[in-house]
């Protein structure tokens, strides 16, 4: 009817003119200041470019989504960057001097940002790769920012950020997954399947011109290991900083000298290893179920091997001394280890697990661990999230209205508080109170992206697909908790 049409056509004039319209503007101002990131509960590190420390304060750093976390582990007090253009942040690294973190994303045109620490506000932004970047990290001169894009990119890039302009820039033909600057920065090494590749600076610092020069690669000398993957990379610091240090998946940590020839291996006994860090007195290898190997730097000798994390499936709630984590039977199954980094300050390491848990380690005697710190998160999507209703039973089951539920593609559901309580106080995390395990299948609390080698994890990935709870619900009287999984099952 023309009277309809009239009257629709009149209703959005009005509208339009409405003050709520031109309000929209300010309330959206007005909220940016109201709402903040207070607290981020989970990570996407899946390898050793995802996890940085600074050297100067010990704070560390990583990818949770598009959000970059700031954790100070002693205080376990976090800041955020919040990356604006929404793109999952994949590699983050500090500046020598703690002032400055540069951040690779992926999506489609991904940019290498700097951001200001203290501000946390960005303040340079690079667009030349174009599918995606796997590496980035500062030269210890802090002249150069390099970034690597991944399988699909294939670009090296080597930035001047202060003045803005790209220097040198080549392509890999492999895929790329660590780089490492020399002590004096006149070169860095990257590292990836069957690729151990030296990267020289000199040219790039004569060169005059405004447009990149192609950046002088050559290949180390690989001998009888050419078919290995090499996942992670360290340049030596200190006595041994003429040589470079890496690490394979199959399990061996390798030497380079001067010469770009592999001078030495040494055999890590573990099923799979994916990352190493360095100090100036000791290396630390990250490998399977939960072992963190250290060696001498000097000869590659042994030293010791550090306390696991939980075992998969663990009781969180029943761990309540420092005592119960350093009882991990032999059979236990732990989680791998796919990211260390060592705070040179403090001489804690950090490590992030596959099923997603994150610890910080007192390292300072190898032979006497403690632990600094620790954080268990879901190791898959989250598909939903129930408060508990503010009801006076509850608090006799130790719950609250600050306490909330979530479920996940990882088969559990896991209860959390949102304020700090000393009541029943688990020693593995601060935040969680309880995982429910629905089903004994530990597989779906392991992430398949975070081995390096992806195409083996193909069998992990259907059994996850296979699994997960999708909605989760609490009752009035917070007596019940019902949940509706994948498969079509009510519980």
Not at 327 to 333: G, L, Q, Y
Not at 356 to 370: A, I, P
Request: proline share 4%; net charge positive; with cysteine.
């Amino acid at each position: 009817m023309p009277g309809d049409g009239f009257t629709i056509t009149s209703r959005i004039r009005n509208l339009l003119r409405s003050p709520s319209i031109k309000n929209k503007k300010k309330c959206k101002e007005n909220l940016t200041s109201k709402v903040t990131l207070e607290k981020v509960l989970g990570i996407t590190t899946s390898g050793n470019s995802g996890l940085t420390c600074d050297p100067q304060s010990g704070l560390l750093a990583y990818p949770a989504g598009c959000v970059v976390v700031l954790l100070n582990p002693k205080k376990n007090r976090q800041h955020h960057i919040i990356n604006t253009s929404r793109k999952t942040i994949t590699a983050l690294s500090f500046s020598p001097d703690g002032k400055y973190l540069v951040t690779g994303e992926s999506g489609h045109l991904p940019a290498v940002r700097l951001w200001e620490v203290a501000e946390r506000r960005q303040v340079a932004e690079l667009q030349k790769h174009k599918y995606g970047v796997s590496c980035v990290a500062f030269s210890p001169n802090n002249k150069f920012i390099v970034s690597v894009g991944n399988q699909h990119d294939m670009m090296v890039n080597v930035w001047a950020w202060k003045k803005d302009v790209v220097v040198a820039a080549n392509k890999v033909s492999s895929k790329v997954t660590g780089v490492s600057f020399s002590e004096d920065s006149s070169y860095f090494v990257t590292v990836g399947n069957r690729h151990v590749r030296f990267w020289y600076l000199d040219h790039c610092k004569a060169s005059k011109t405004r447009t990149p020069v192609p950046l002088l690669g050559r290949s180390g000398l690989l001998g009888e290991l050419r078919n290995n993957f090499f996942c992670d990379v360290s340049c030596g610091r200190g006595s041994t900083s003429d040589s470079t240090f890496c690490i394979t998946s199959s399990g061996l940590l390798c030497e380079f000298n001067s010469k770009r020839m592999l001078d030495k291996w040494v055999d890590l006994r573990t099923g799979v290893a994916q990352s190493l860090s360095l100090s100036e007195d000791m290396i630390f290898c990250g490998c399977a179920d939960g072992t963190v190997r250290a060696f001498s730097p000097v000869d590659l000798q042994f030293v010791s091997t550090l306390p696991r994390p939980h075992p998969l499936g663990s009781d969180v709630s029943a761990v309540t001394e420092a005592s119960h984590l350093f009882k991990t039977k032999t059979e236990d199954r732990c989680p791998d280890v796919i990211a260390v980094t060592y705070d040179p300050v403090n001489r804690w390491l950090s490590c992030v697990y596959n099923d997603h848990s994150l610890y910080v380690w007192d390292v300072r005697e190898v032979h006497r661990v403690g632990k600094v710190n620790s954080a268990l998160f879901h190791a898959a999507t989250v598909w939903d999230l129930e408060v508990f209703p503010d009801v006076p039973g509850g608090l006799a089951a130790g719950l609250s209205s600050s306490t909330f539920f979530t479920c996940s593609a990882d088969s559990t559901i896991r209860i959390w508080r949102m304020e700090y309580s000393t009541q029943s106080q688990s020693i593995l995390s601060n935040d969680l109170l309880k995982i429910i395990y629905i089903d004994g299948n530990t597989g779906t609390l392991l992430d398949p992206e975070c081995n390096v080698n992806t195409e083996k994890s193909g069998d992990v990935q259907t059994a996850e697909i296979k699994a997960g709870i999708r909605t989760i619900c609490v009752s009035p009287d917070g007596k019940h908790l019902a949940s509706g999984d994948r498969n079509g099952m009510l519980r």
